[in-house]
């Protein structure tokens, strides 16, 4: 069975760090594309982060561009985002997604960030 | 970047009746599109990908179409766990991937 179990997520205060991570499971991490995905509260879904199944390309959104970096282990089967100068407009339920551009996708449950002082 | 939009924002359909959700893409993704269903407190599901593909284990009453700009996701007939909000997301320009604001489909 596929598996995307997130963690690391809590509160932080402005201009605070986090890092997260997403443990994978019953597939070969290896050969997938990964994502972070985000969600804030009561809205729609913003793409935050793809990285390529060997880390060769690595691609932000705009909106984090230069303060989250995004990482994967293919050993450890894990994914993460180490996110720096967080601000309130972070706050979001952060989801890992396997392969969003095709027939793979899979999708976490999520871990959530609340960025407040 | 590609611009998604979605309508309507809520559909208010009876159970076994038919709902018929729209997305546009701001220039042509092709076929590269894909549906969602996401319930409350849950991860998105993927649906379909590629306009029309049903994912693995998706039932036969959701079906996806439309190519280049205008793409339709129609549920035949709603069973109560169908009502949810769904998204569509391109994934032929990219980066970055994009996706539409939802519909929420609730009960009439």
């Known amino acids: 069975e596929v598996q995307l179990v997130e963690s690391g997520g809590g509160l932080v205060q402005p201009g605070g760090s986090l890092r997260l991570s997403c443990a994978a499971s019953g597939f070969t991490f290896s050969s997938y594309s990964m994502n972070w995905v985000r969600q804030a509260p009561g809205k729609g879904l913003e793409w935050v982060s793809y990285i390529s199944s060997s880390s060769n390309t690595i691609y932000y959104a705009d909106s984090v561009e230069g303060r989250f970096t995004i990482s994967r282990d293919n050993a450890e089967n894990s994914l993460y985002l180490q996110m720096n100068s967080l601000r309130a407009e972070d706050t979001a339920v952060y989801y890992c997604?396997?392969?969003?551009?095709?027939?793979?996708?899979?999708w976490g449950q999520g871990t959530l960030v609340t960025v407040s002082s | 970047e590609i611009l998604m939009t979605q309508s309507p924002a809520t559909l208010s359909v009876s159970p076994g009746e038919r709902a018929t959700l729209s997305c546009r893409a701001s220039?042509?993704?092709?076929?590269?599109l894909a549906w969602y269903q996401q319930k409350p407190g849950q991860a998105p599901r993927l649906l379909i990908y590629?306009?029309?593909t049903r994912a693995t284990g998706i039932p036969a009453r959701f079906s996806g179409s439309g190519s280049g700009t205008e793409f339709t996701l129609t549920i035949s007939s709603l069973q109560s766990e169908d009502f949810a909000v769904y998204y569509c997301q391109q994934y032929n320009n990219w980066p970055p991937f994009t996706f539409g604001p939802g519909t929420k489909v609730d009960i009439k």
């Open positions: 997604a396997r392969g969003i551009a095709g027939s793979t996708g899979f």
């Open positions: 590629g306009a029309s």
């Open positions: 220039q042509s993704v092709s076929s590269n």
